[in-house]
């Protein structure tokens, strides 16, 4: 037996990740500050093996989506199935997203980790600006497919894949030609994800050299009540309250889905981008969560979207820390504006790296926080970043098992199965 396969691909990317911070805070010890140093390794090798890393995963991103959604809802011939599919979808990213702003401000209350002593003279954030609702909901729909595939605009993908695949599946014999098409076309995407995947360790070894070496350590101690509560409720929401919500709707064991999950989530990790992370999620909730394709399809590219329990929790901490340091009390209404304007932030908010931060000057706006708050924490965002992306895509994940199972369409033998797409090269 080789040692590729005694060697599982987690325990592969977490030796690469493992690494990579290890040489970084080692080189960074060693020779603080070399200009050689941030040149040749942390702006040369490890920039550019990480950034092809990230390149190859985005480009799938696109051809996934569509090829995979056409096929999915191909499927789909009755159009109630699709609205009641689409009903329980949003539904539930509703629910748990309003869960977690409702965690996230609870527990900052409770342990007041904001310090009204903390020096915020001289801060200064411009706040980039946030798009109105009404233009948000306008753009949901293309005028050019081709321009939504180009810019990789992944609402506008999924309602031409939607609209596309449901015309395939009423046009008789001949959808049923292009149909047969599209399913080997997602065969070919879906190799393409596993070759990939191959090559985590090394991409997530050099991502996690070059933070290491880049990450500022004095930021941390101002903020670093902020940066525990922040993670402790991200923790519980991931590791807590979706498993109890998966025991609760479907009766499955939640310690299979924990351990089915941990390569996708150190892919969502390394990355911090629930975009780049989806051709990994999609392929491990059909392969080895047991999803089928007409419910993962389209449950995770819109959940990868919109659905941002994590960016949510954050913005939630964050509103009522600022709000701490400033000294300022917020009203009930204030909580409220706070729930509703974080739930549409996340919701707006692009599964790619930093966003989740640009959309908090939305929500400190709405409630008349000040927007300079966000330079206090902006040093420790990169670390969130990650955890809360880790906990986006988790989130995505529980509702499509959650949908499926709801809609028999969750294989059981898979789910139970350990061994289940568990091969990368499968
Ligand atoms: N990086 C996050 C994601 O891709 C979004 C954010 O909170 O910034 O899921």
Redesign the pocket.
């Known amino acids: 037996m080789s040692q590729d396969k005694k060697l599982g691909l987690t325990a592969k990317i977490l030796i690469g990740m493992g690494s990579g911070i290890g040489l970084g805070l080692l080189l960074r010890n060693l020779f603080p500050g070399s200009e050689l140093i941030e040149q040749y390794l942390t702006m040369g090798v490890f920039h550019v093996i990480g950034s092809i890393f990230i390149s190859c995963l985005k480009m799938l991103m696109v051809p996934l989506v569509f090829v995979s959604l056409v096929c999915g809802t191909s499927s789909l011939a009755d159009p109630s199935k699709l609205g009641r599919l689409g009903g329980k979808t949003i539904s539930f990213y509703l629910f748990t997203t309003a869960i977690a702003i409702s965690l996230a401000m609870g527990f900052t209350l409770l342990i007041q980790p904001g310090d009204p002593t903390m020096a915020t003279q001289g801060l200064t954030y411009v706040a980039k600006e946030a798009p109105s609702l009404a233009q948000v909901i306008i753009n949901i729909f293309p005028t050019n497919p081709v321009l939504a595939f180009t810019e990789g605009n992944m609402l506008q993908i999924i309602v031409f894949s939607v609209i596309f695949g449901f015309a395939i599946s009423h046009i008789g014999e001949k959808g049923e030609r292009i149909r047969t098409l599209f399913n080997d076309l997602n065969e070919v995407v879906m190799k393409v994800v596993s070759l990939i995947m191959a090559m985590a360790p090394y991409g997530v070894f050099a991502l996690m050299a070059k933070l290491a070496l880049g990450l500022g350590t004095d930021t941390f101690a101002s903020v670093f009540k902020y940066f525990l509560v922040v993670a402790g409720v991200l923790i519980i929401h991931g590791w807590v309250v979706y498993p109890a919500l998966l025991k609760g709707f479907t009766g499955l064991s939640p310690v299979i889905f924990l351990r089915k999950m941990r390569d996708v989530q150190l892919f969502?990790f390394s990355t911090?981008?629930?975009?780049?992370?989806l051709p990994v999620t999609m392929r491990n909730a059909e392969h080895r969560l047991g999803v089928d394709n007409k419910i993962a399809s389209f449950t995770l590219p819109l959940g990868?979207t919109v659905n941002?329990d994590?960016?949510a929790i954050?913005q939630g901490v964050a509103t009522v820390f600022i709000a701490q340091v400033w000294g300022i009390d917020l009203s009930m209404m204030d909580f409220l504006m706070v729930i509703l304007t974080a739930t549409l932030a996340?919701i707006g908010?692009?599964?790619?790296?930093?966003?989740?931060?640009?959309?908090l000057a939305m929500v400190l706006e709405q409630v008349g926080l000040p927007v300079e708050g966000i330079a206090l924490i902006i040093g420790v965002d990169r670390l969130l970043?990650m955890l809360?992306?880790a906990v986006?895509?988790s989130g995505d994940t529980v509702a499509s098992v959650i949908v499926a199972k709801s809609e028999g369409e969750l294989s059981l033998a898979a789910y139970h199965d350990p061994e289940a797409g568990q091969k990368i090269t499968d």
């Open positions: 969502a911090a981008s629930s975009n780049a992370t990868a941002m994590g960016t954050m996340s908010t692009a599964g790619v790296p930093g966003v989740g931060m640009i959309m970043d809360r992306t986006n895509i």
